[in-house]
């Protein structure tokens, strides 16, 4: 088994979306996870990814998250996640998160972000809006035609609003990359595992 299986394997009982029972690893299986990445991490056939556009951009499908803010949208009663993408974009991130609650009242929260290279793995992340809504009312059937919706910047049917603290920063760094995994890590110690929707 190569180094990638390695990681997909030890993550694939707790992906986020398929996850239906809220399992969460045991300390030792999060040892494993933490080891699996970072074994993959010291073959990263792509050290510079702000340099390979091509790859980096693109939409992400989360696989795997440490973050608590992430895991926490499950906490909601009814509330269930069914898939969290990251789509990027020239200088633009896009956090989408899809849920499931009652029948027909799908939803999505989504938060937008402005990047800025500050290393050959590293971005400087400023949050700027976010929107939470229905699915049903902006006709939401994909997560590519939906961030066209909104780089178009209008204002959506939506809880849509400016992010305008100065406190919504962080940093992202990009520690994996080839054509169709991604693995980052966050200011708040998260680590994220996405592959190439």
Not at 19 to 48: D, F, H, M, R
Not at 69 to 98: H, M, S
Not at 169 to 196: A, M, P
Request: glycine share 6%; aromatic share 10%; proline share 6%.
């Amino acid at each position: 088994m190569n180094k990638k299986q390695v990681l997909l394997q030890a993550i694939a009982p707790f992906q986020i979306g398929l996850n239906q029972k809220g399992l969460k690893p045991t300390e030792n299986q999060t040892k494993e996870i933490l080891s699996a990445v970072a074994y993959l991490e010291e073959s990263n056939p792509n050290p510079s990814p702000l340099e390979v556009p091509e790859l980096l951009l693109g939409d992400w499908r989360l696989l795997f998250t440490s973050s608590k803010e992430l895991l926490g949208l499950d906490r909601l009663p009814i509330i269930r996640t069914q898939y969290i993408y990251q789509c990027i974009r020239d200088g633009k991130i896009y956090n989408i998160a899809e849920f499931t609650g009652f029948p027909f009242l799908e939803g999505f929260v989504s938060v937008c972000a402005s990047f800025t290279p500050v290393s050959r793995q590293r971005v400087n992340v400023r949050f700027e809006r976010s929107v939470l809504g229905l699915q049903r009312l902006l006709n939401h059937k994909n997560v590519s035609e939906f961030v066209k919706i909104l780089e178009s910047k209008v204002k959506l049917p939506a809880v849509d609003f400016p992010i305008t603290s100065t406190n919504q920063k962080g940093w992202l760094e990009t520690t994996y990359l080839d054509e169709n995994l991604r693995i980052g890590r966050g200011n708040e110690g998260s680590i994220f595992v996405l592959e190439r929707k």
